[in-house]
């Protein structure tokens, strides 16, 4: 025999010297099982795979270290880097890479295709290139300046638009994303005045020729770029912050409801 459960039963009293916690919001991220997703994989390698294509193409084409010193060279460098990891992720259910780092790769590799596209294959413009990835003269480098310059520039839009849980991206993060581009133009500079007057490609880019425009005028067009990139990082988030979530899965908690009993 059991006693019988009495009907009141009184509170218990705190225990002296134990702290109350404080009440503490649990992230959805801590409870949200991620997914496989394996064609979001795919296409990130596919992707990945076509910008280390077209990085080899031009080293092929072109002198190693020029061509790696290209800003665009270099982004889509990094956007391997990025997306191979992340393919790996979206194809074991993994958390995402941070959105500080995607958000800057993305940048990066807008920045490059816009640079060329409106100031460097622009024959209206002062800056025009003859550089081979600007004014390609074979099968080679024209196949390499598309990949760099439309193909994998579109594939990232898609890949951020399409394949991306949206509202990742924050204002705080862009001024942080402007570090790399900062640290570009020093390299460049840095490099220009190394090299020897009249060496071919002493400068990388029209527009930051100190020999040909002075610096008054180079940094003045550094100035130009940095705010640009600057709008541009801005946009990102805003846009990151007012499109629609694209991914329509349910996500897996491990909770399941059972229904009432009786």
């Known amino acids: 025999m059991t006693a019988p459960i009495p009907r009141d039963i009184p509170d218990l009293p705190a225990i002296p010297g134990i702290p109350a916690l404080p009440p503490s919001s649990v992230p959805a991220s801590a409870v949200v099982t991620p997914v496989r997703r394996p ?20 080293l092929l084409e072109g002198d190693a270290l020029p061509t790696l010193s290209l800003f665009s060279v270099q982004a889509a460098i990094l956007l391997t880097l990025t997306l191979l990891p992340s393919a790996r992720r979206a194809w ?25 596209r409106v100031l460097l294959t622009d024959p209206s413009t002062p800056y ?12 080679q480098t024209t196949l390499a300046a ?27 993060q862009a001024s942080t994303w402007l570090l790399y581009p900062l640290a ?33 005028s ?22 990151d912050h007012l499109r629609p979530n694209p991914i329509r899965h349910r996500p897996k908690t491990g909770f399941r409801l059972q229904p009432p009993v009786g």
């Not at 064609?39 to 031009?58: D, I, K, N, P, Q």
Request: with cysteine; aromatic share 8%; glycine share 6%.
């Open 128 to 139: 025009a290139d003859t550089t081979p990835l600007a004014a390609p003269t074979s099968w």
């Open 146 to 172: 598309h990949l760099l310059h439309t193909a994998i520039p579109i594939a990232a839009l898609l890949d951020w638009l399409l394949l991306t849980a949206p509202g990742r991206l924050h204002l705080r």
């Open 92 to 116: 074991t259910a993994r958390r995402p890479l941070p959105s500080a780092l995607t958000g800057a790769i993305l940048l990066y590799v807008t920045v490059g295709a816009l640079v060329h």
């Open 218 to 239: 180079t940094l003045g067009n550094a100035l130009l770029l940095g705010l640009s990139c600057y709008a541009l990082a801005v946009l990102l988030v805003t846009l």
């Open 184 to 216: 570009y133009l020093t390299f460049t500079l840095t490099r220009g005045e190394l090299l020897a007057p009249g060496t071919p490609g002493r400068y990388l880019y029209p527009f930051l020729d100190v020999a040909a425009h002075g610096y008054k």
């Open 39 to 58: 064609l979001t994989a795919v296409f990130r390698l596919l992707t990945a795979l076509a910008a280390a294509a077209a990085v080899t193409l031009a």
